[in-house]
């Protein structure tokens, strides 16, 4: 439906020529067979355009890593994710791979990064998320494979018009529409967004979601975004800049968000998670494990933790490990 060209980003532009076009198909429509990525190799002579060339490269299907997926909503019509109120139901914008398909060239290996909205349970209320993905290939050029995929889905909220970019480290940051018609938690179209480092567990966006801007009225139209758009600073080549819509009484608006995922500090160490127990009364003894990120970038070793939980008492013990940059520990 809506082929995608790489976007390069970064201080190294990629070689000349076989310029990839990348989409995807979906089993469920008409003539597919299976899920599957699709790349093709563009070259075009602007001196004389009939010299021009345009070939398919590559399938990437469920051998080559690719997990199933489901991108239809309501038979294909543009009336798709509900609203809190009786606002009309908003475009999910699927069969299109989102802005940009953002190309990294590292020392080692070349990176794409892109989403597109799926369908996470078909089989129930439809409910939008965020499929992504990370191709590589060898620094050299040649064919592509995926490097890792994940959904992201993280409640029962719809999240959709996303827009992807990585930054000079190999850190993700994704941004994002959310909505949730529930009449007890209701979310009108708010923008949010969450990310992972480079040396995270794959396909997880390990990042704790947050917001830019949270909307306090719905879309008075079907009509939904059309695009979103996540650019990566060029002078730092780390600073995550998205922009989005979203509404207020009377109002069709844009907010710009930015956000950093590479270290800021040298030393920088916090606690993102309590891994242990996950609910329940404490009791006096009680066991508690917690997760320890360095958000810094220098190592850190025996330093104190402090922490309370649910108001109780702090707790301060003594680290004694080491935590490399940007990794977290338990």
Same mark, same amino acid.
Not at 202 to 230: A, C, F, K, W
Not at 279 to 292: F, H, K, Y
């Given at each position: 439906y809506s082929p995608a060209?790489?976007?390069?980003?970064?201080?190294? =532009?990629?070689?000349?020529?076989?310029?990839? *076009?990348?989409?995807y198909q979906d089993d469920a429509w008409l003539g597919v067979n299976e899920d599957h990525l699709k790349i093709w190799l563009v070259n075009v002579d602007w001196k004389d355009p009939l010299n021009s060339? *345009?070939?398919? +490269?590559?399938? *990437?299907?469920? %051998?080559?890593?690719?997990t199933p997926f489901h991108s239809v909503f309501d038979g294909g019509s543009f009336t798709n994710l509900s609203q809190p109120g009786n606002a009309p139901d908003v475009d999910a914008l699927q069969g299109a791979i989102m802005y940009p398909t953002a190309?990294?060239?590292?020392? #080692?290996?070349?990176?794409?990064?892109?989403?597109?909205? !799926?369908?996470v349970d078909p089989s129930a209320v439809e409910h939008a998320g965020i499929r992504w993905y990370e191709l590589r290939q060898d620094a050299g050029g040649g064919t592509w494979s995926v490097y890792q995929e994940g959904t992201y889905a993280p409640d029962n909220s719809d999240r959709w018009c996303g +827009?992807?970019?990585?930054?000079?480290?190999? @850190? *993700?940051? =994704?941004?994002?529409? !959310?909505?949730?018609?529930?009449?007890?938690? /209701?979310?009108?179209? $708010?923008?949010?967004?969450?990310?992972?480092?480079?040396?995270?567990? =794959?396909?997880?966006?390990?990042?704790?979601?947050?917001?830019? !801007?949270?909307? #306090?009225?719905?879309? /008075?139209?079907?009509?939904?975004?059309?695009?979103?758009?996540?650019?990566?600073?060029p002078v730092d080549q780390e600073t995550f800049w998205f922009i989005g819509e979203y509404f207020k009484p009377g109002s069709r608006l844009n907010r710009v968000g930015v956000f950093k995922i590479a270290p800021t500090y040298v030393n920088d160490v916090g606690v993102v %998670?309590?891994? $242990?127990?996950?609910?329940?009364? =404490?009791?006096?003894?009680? @066991? &508690? #494990?917690?997760? &320890?990120?360095?958000f810094g970038s220098a190592p850190q070793s025996n330093?104190?933790?402090?922490?309370?939980?649910?108001?109780?008492?702090?707790?301060?013990?003594?680290?004694?490990? #080491? &935590?490399? +940059?940007t990794q977290q520990a338990e």
């Open positions: 060209g790489f976007f390069a980003v970064g201080n190294e =532009l990629p070689p000349v020529g076989n310029a990839p *076009i990348i989409y060339t *345009i070939e398919e +490269s590559q399938n *990437i299907g469920p %051998a080559e890593g690719v190309y990294r060239q590292f020392p #080692t290996h070349n990176s794409v990064v892109f989403n597109f909205v !799926v369908d +827009s992807i970019g990585i930054d000079a480290n190999g @850190n *993700i940051g =994704l941004g994002f529409t !959310v909505i949730n018609d529930s009449p007890e938690t /209701p979310i009108y179209p $708010s923008l949010r967004y969450t990310g992972r480092y480079a040396g995270d567990p =794959l396909g997880i966006m390990t990042l704790q979601e947050e917001s830019i !801007v949270e909307g #306090t009225t719905p879309d /008075p139209s079907n009509r939904y975004g059309d695009y979103s758009h996540m650019t990566i600073d %998670a309590v891994v $242990s127990p996950k609910n329940g009364a =404490l009791g006096s003894q009680e @066991n &508690i #494990t917690v997760t &320890i990120r360095n330093f104190p933790v402090t922490f309370s939980i649910d108001g109780g008492n702090q707790i301060t013990e003594i680290f004694t490990g #080491t &935590i490399p +940059s």
